[in-house]
């Protein structure tokens, strides 16, 4: 029988991010000048500097015509002032060749260089130009022009050794339309750290491969990658390595050699499967720093280190590899790449529900937020909880409540602390609570098409959707109880707080292979006879308190 391993020893969270800080480096991995056009997202490694003014002479924000000031005292409507208008128009992009002097004016475009002499421009509304016997051109101004006024002085927008951007940001469009305006067309920035990620185990097949009994679809390598891009790295997925502990060996030293950061999703607690621990077992300077954290979900984590290199197995559940991931890598990723960690949004909220935790480690529960209409502006939150093994519940989920591992208990209606998962909360206009049907996913999917409403749905089951709908928490509860002593299906369970609208009816039936004769012609009656008198035939139900059960 091959060996079972257990874990090192499950220690608390942070002492065990000390462990792994310590074993590794954490300062940017050096700089390189990219392209402008390539900078975007890119993490700036020095203060960048403007080399000119912005903008670089003085220009005209109007059509209109450059004069100097006090000769337009006293011009309106009934008595305009007559000032001689030069023959030189000033267009865009073109150095003016004119002086303007007293009583003179010349013609400008918005953007238009301002002449020597000229201090204001007049808008070209108010005035009218006068053509003369002789040739001669005068400018009738019908509303006086005050010094400075129509005119962007040369650094107004940003002046020449301003600095424009500080180590540590991170490029936006914005940005870079910045950085353009001033000429800069290459950045310095911070080389992206290389992450490795290398899928583990028998049952875990491409996206691109048919599925088959057992096996599992590799969706921890796409959440890895993309949440690598996201906090400012480059993904290198080197694939699934199946349970062969030399091809893992193969893949994690080309991992060492080739990346700053190696991840291996698909570690489980313990046992002979977990060839993944095996292997990083094998790496010294110092290999192993943490193996087994009290956190759920994520007690699984491995954290090592080779020659200062993060060498990271996360647990192979969906759920528990994203929140250690950014428990433990996010800060990582972002220091190599010489970003900040971005601070946590937080809410207050009302817990909807009673929730009971595991005494000894730290629980992170994922909560969706809806508005709470016992409180003005109050936030009620519903535990999300598929288990760890969920791939939804993390993209669905608003934010996350921290469990301290010494609680047991959190009590309906107590205030609690949501940490957001996304940078800001966006309350969806249609809050729906309840039993899970095809059919209202349907529904709720033609009214974002159409109407362009943001809908949340939280599956909660008939009866917690009714109490939500009670506490005034969601604008609809599915529900589909069947009262047994009535035979009747919801009205028993409304109250006069409640309305029942029938919007659709379901089809139900039992399905059977097409190809087995014995219930061909079978009743629903019938069936339910012919299964009492054939104990060996198998079929599979609904689950208990379903209304189609």
Not at 65 to 91: C, K, M, W, Y
Not at 155 to 161: L, R, V
Request: glycine letters at 10%; charged letters at 25%.
């Amino acid at each position: 029988m091959a060996k079972q391993y257990q874990f090192l020893d499950v220690i608390d969270r942070d002492r065990a991010e000390s462990l792994f800080h310590a074993a590794i480096d954490l300062a940017p991995l050096g700089a390189e000048l990219v392209p402008l056009e390539e900078s975007l997202h890119r993490i700036i490694a020095e203060d960048t500097i403007s080399p000119v003014n912005v903008p670089s002479f003085d220009r005209s924000n109007y059509d209109g015509f450059a004069v100097v000031a006090r000769d337009t005292i006293g011009a309106d409507e009934e008595h305009p002032v007559r000032i001689n208008l030069l023959s030189q128009e000033i267009p865009a992009g073109c150095v003016p060749e004119t002086q303007i002097s007293s009583q003179s004016a010349a013609s400008i475009a918005t953007g238009g260089m301002l002449p020597r002499g000229a201090d204001a421009i007049v808008m070209i509304e108010h005035t009218e130009v006068e053509e003369s016997d002789d040739g001669s051109r005068n400018l009738l101004v019908r509303r006086s022009s005050a010094t400075g006024f129509g005119i962007t002085y040369a650094g107004t927008d940003i002046s020449e050794n301003e600095v424009l951007l500080r180590r540590g940001d991170r490029l936006t469009s914005r940005d870079t339309g910045v950085l353009a305006a001033v000429g800069i067309n290459r950045v310095s920035v911070w080389k992206r750290p290389r992450v490795a990620i290398i899928s583990t185990g028998d049952e875990v097949i491409s996206p691109n491969d048919t599925m088959k009994p057992a096996l599992v679809y590799d969706s921890n390598a796409r959440i890895l990658a993309d949440a690598v891009r996201e906090l400012g790295g480059e993904p290198v997925e080197l694939g699934i390595v199946k349970d062969d502990i030399q091809q893992l060996r193969d893949y994690l030293k080309r991992g060492i050699a080739d990346c700053d950061v190696v991840l291996l999703s698909g570690g489980t607690s313990k046992g002979a499967g977990d060839l993944s621990y095996q292997v990083v077992q094998e790496l010294n300077d110092p290999g192993i720093v943490a193996h087994g954290v009290a956190l759920k979900p994520g007690k699984p984590i491995c954290l090592a280190a080779t020659d200062r290199k993060p060498v990271v197995i996360l647990p192979g559940f969906p759920t528990s590899a994203i929140f250690t991931f950014h428990e433990f890598l996010a800060p990582v990723i972002q220091a190599l790449a010489g970003g900040t960690r971005e601070s946590q949004q937080s809410q207050t909220a009302k817990l909807a529900v009673r929730v009971n935790s595991e005494v000894g480690r730290t629980e992170y529960l994922l909560v969706g937020l809806v508005p709470d209409n016992s409180q003005s502006d109050g936030l009620a939150a519903y535990p999300m909880g598929k288990g760890s093994g969920s791939v939804t519940t993390f993209s669905r989920a608003d934010g996350f409540i921290t469990i301290n591992r010494h609680q047991e208990l959190l009590d309906a209606d107590q205030a609690v602390d949501v940490t957001l998962l996304g940078k800001q909360l966006k309350i969806a206009d249609l809050i729906v609570i309840g039993s899970h049907c095809v059919g209202l996913d349907f529904l709720i999917g033609e009214l974002q098409a159409r109407h362009g409403y943001r809908c949340k749905l939280i599956n909660v089951g008939s009866t917690g959707g009714l109490e939500a709908a009670r506490r005034g928490e969601c604008d609809i509860a599915g529900v589909h109880l069947l009262d047994e002593k009535t035979g009747e299906y919801n009205t028993p369970f409304l109250d006069e707080s409640l309305t029942l609208a029938k919007v659709y009816r379901r089809r139900q039936g039992i399905v059977f292979r097409k190809a087995d004769s014995r219930f061909a012609d079978l009743s629903v009656d019938s069936f339910t006879s012919f299964l009492r008198e054939h104990p060996d035939c198998l079929m599979v139900n609904r689950n208990p308190g379903s209304g189609t059960r």
